[in-house]
């Protein structure tokens, strides 16, 4: 069963791993790179991620600059940014790419935050479902007699506090992210 409850722990943090990932996407109204991490340029025939083509700096708050080393892939890059739907337009000057971040509206801040109040519900729900997976294996084994009745409840007892752990760092991550975006 150790072996069971270390397969649970590591799937319950895959989901929340998840969800970090698909946090760090998320416009802040902070220049952030981690927006870049999806979008991938077609170059010489490969899905080259931009980030493996360019030095990508924040001078301010507000802004991200995109220096390519290959300055023929400009425009490959604009137009990967412009078809990934950021919300925001990449400006190009010859040299590098410019990505302003506006200041986001007390509307769009709620929306943001109901977005990720949604990703943090998705999350548990899929913390749950392993916590269902893993005391559903544990009752097999009780009734296959690999487990008393009594190394079945601890069992549980120990899936679910694996589930509080996980469940509850979903929380405080999401809760951080929340007032991450409401601040102004």
Known sequence: ?????????????????????NFRK?????????VLDDIKIDYYGQATPIKQMCNISIPEPRLIVIQPWDKTTLADIEKGILAANLGITPDNDGNVIRLPFPQLTEDKRRDIVKQVKKMAEEAKVSVRNVRR???????????????????EKRAQSDIQELTDKWTDKVSETAASKESEIMEV
Do not use: P, V, W
């Not at 270390?6 to 943090?13: Q, V």
């Not at 998320?26 to 981690?34: C, M, N, P, V, W």
């Open 133 to 151: 997976e893993a005391n559903d294996i544990a009752k097999k084994m009780k009734k296959e007699s690999d487990l008393t009745e009594d190394e």
């Open 26 to 34: 998320l416009r802040t109204g902070r220049a952030s790179a981690a």
């Open 1 to 21: 069963m150790e072996e069971t409850l270390l397969e649970i722990d590591i799937k319950m943090e895959k989901a929340f791993e998840s969800l970090t990932h």
